[in-house]
């Protein structure tokens, strides 16, 4: 099947990198596949990323520059056409599309979101007023009404066979150029700016000895800290920036930290697949709407308090207290095994892309 993708990249790394995921998964399948997007040097930074298990499908993927209109109408005669987050086709693009003797498949990809209001859309289609195109709303989610999450056939392989080899473990923190002490809780760190981290930072300075990995953003959010929340020259607690990482070795560091801090909706999928106890920082929206978004998905994710607290407290930007914090590393064990079941419900239903290949082929 040739199949082309539409991404804006409108703020952060997560539109490309799951666009590039997406593509990805659908060329390893056999498909051939274009991504057109209109961010460039983000895309080129997911893909530069080094890493020891980088494959040979990345150079499979026909990557070319969105400008709304040029390369688009040039590739009239794929099979299916699958517009992510809303970010439309493009001008002229539907009628060339509408004028083919045989009209493509549209997909339109949406946003993750627990919300009820996704499960209503899903699968429901809309007609261009113009030129008649047929689009279907292929709406992502949690449970089995919903269109699934992305997830590669061996990524939850690839999870429970890292867990268990502590020596790859060690070779690829060393890779990364951390050292941790073995007793070290690590703890990874992939937040927006706005971000409150004090109450973290003074909750590790009295236990033993932490690491905290900081991923791209986590560095603006760590200036705004007090100074006299970081950790000094005395205290067990270090503090490391990490270069980009790519996809796949991005996966295997959630996978063997203790704590995830992760944001937006990529790093909050991956995190979920890795099964181990994490913080998600929704995307901040106008009124809110980010918090009703989190309430949903707490409603059906089976964790222990104090976690939850600590989710409605961070993502309204509320100081957390050193307190919870404290409640919640003490909790780490109960809230690693209900991340552990919920792994265990989310892979009993069928992935993203396997369910949108099953649409176009009922469609």
């Given at each position: 099947?040739?199949?082309?993708?539409?991404?804006?990249?409108?703020?952060?790394?997560?539109?490309a990198?799951?666009?590039?995921r997406?593509?990805?998964?659908?060329?390893?399948?056999?498909?051939?596949?274009?991504?057109?997007i209109?961010?460039?040097?983000?895309l080129?930074?997911?893909?530069?990323?080094?890493?020891?298990?980088?494959?040979?499908?990345?150079?499979?993927?026909?990557v070319?520059?969105?400008?709304?209109r040029s390369?688009?109408?040039?590739?009239?005669?794929?099979?299916?056409?699958?517009?992510?987050?809303?970010?439309?086709?493009?001008?002229?693009?539907?009628?060339?599309?509408?004028?083919?003797?045989?009209r493509?498949?549209?997909?339109?990809?949406d946003?993750?979101?627990?919300?009820?209001?996704?499960?209503?859309?899903h699968?429901?289609?809309?007609?261009?007023?113009?030129?008649?195109?047929r689009?279907t709303?292929?709406?992502?989610?949690?449970?089995?009404?919903?269109g699934?999450?992305?997830?590669?056939?061996?990524?939850?392989?690839?999870?429970?066979d890292?867990?268990?080899?502590?020596?790859?473990q060690q070779?690829?923190l060393?890779?990364?150029?951390?050292?941790?002490?073995?007793?070290?809780?690590?703890?990874?760190?992939?937040?927006?700016?706005?971000?409150?981290?004090?109450?973290?930072?003074?909750?590790?300075?009295?236990?033993?000895?932490?690491?905290?990995?900081?991923?791209?953003?986590?560095?603006?959010?760590?200036?705004a800290?007090?100074a006299?929340?970081?950790?000094?020259?005395?205290?067990?607690?270090?503090?490391?920036?990490?270069?980009l990482?790519?996809h796949?070795?991005?996966?295997?560091?959630?996978g063997l930290?203790?704590?995830?801090?992760?944001?937006g909706?990529?790093?909050w999928v991956?995190?979920?697949?890795?099964?181990?106890?994490?913080l998600?920082?929704?995307?901040?929206?106008?009124?809110?709407?980010?918090?009703?978004?989190?309430e949903?998905?707490?409603?059906?994710?089976?964790?222990?308090?104090?976690l939850?607290?600590?989710?409605?407290?961070?993502?309204?930007?509320?100081?957390?207290?050193?307190?919870?914090?404290?409640?919640?590393w003490?909790a780490?064990?109960?809230?690693?095994?209900?991340?552990?079941?919920?792994?265990e419900?989310?892979a009993?239903q069928?992935?993203?892309?396997?369910?949108?290949?099953?649409?176009?082929d009922?469609?």
């Open positions: 099947m040739r199949i082309t993708i539409f991404c804006k990249v409108i703020d952060n790394l997560g539109d990198g799951i666009g590039w997406l593509a990805r998964q659908l060329a390893a399948g056999g498909h051939r596949v274009c991504l057109l209109d961010d460039l040097n983000t080129h930074r997911l893909r530069q990323a080094p890493s020891a298990l980088a494959s040979s499908v990345d150079d499979e993927i026909d070319q520059p969105w400008r709304e390369d688009v109408l040039a590739r009239a005669g794929d099979d299916l056409w699958l517009e992510t987050f809303a970010c439309g086709y493009g001008e002229g693009t539907l009628e060339a599309l509408a004028q083919q003797a045989v493509p498949r549209l997909i339109h990809i946003h993750l979101s627990a919300e009820d209001w996704a499960r209503a859309c699968r429901q289609t809309s007609i261009h007023p113009a030129t008649g195109l689009q709303y292929h709406m992502p989610g949690f449970t089995a009404d919903r699934g999450l992305l997830r590669e056939p061996e990524l939850l392989a690839l999870h429970q890292w867990r268990q080899d502590r020596e790859q070779r690829f060393q890779a990364c150029g951390v050292h941790p002490d073995p007793a070290a809780l690590l703890i990874t760190v992939f937040c927006y700016p706005q971000a409150l981290l004090d109450d973290l930072l003074l909750s590790l300075r009295e236990r033993p000895a932490h690491v905290l990995l900081l991923g791209p953003g986590a560095d603006a959010a760590l200036a800290v007090p006299g929340s970081l950790p000094t020259s005395t205290q067990p607690c270090r503090i490391q920036s990490l270069d990482l790519h796949r070795d991005y996966d295997r560091l959630l930290a203790d704590f995830n801090i992760v944001r909706e990529d790093s991956r995190a979920q697949w890795a099964a181990r106890p994490l998600w920082q929704a995307y901040l929206q106008d009124g809110q709407a980010h918090l009703d978004k989190l949903a998905w707490l409603r059906l994710h089976p964790m222990p308090e104090p939850p607290s600590l989710h409605r407290r961070f993502n309204a930007g509320l100081a957390v207290g050193v307190e919870l914090w404290t409640q919640v003490s780490l064990p109960a809230i690693a095994a209900s991340c552990q079941h919920w792994r419900q989310l009993a069928e992935d993203l892309v396997s369910q949108l290949l099953r649409q176009t009922d469609a």
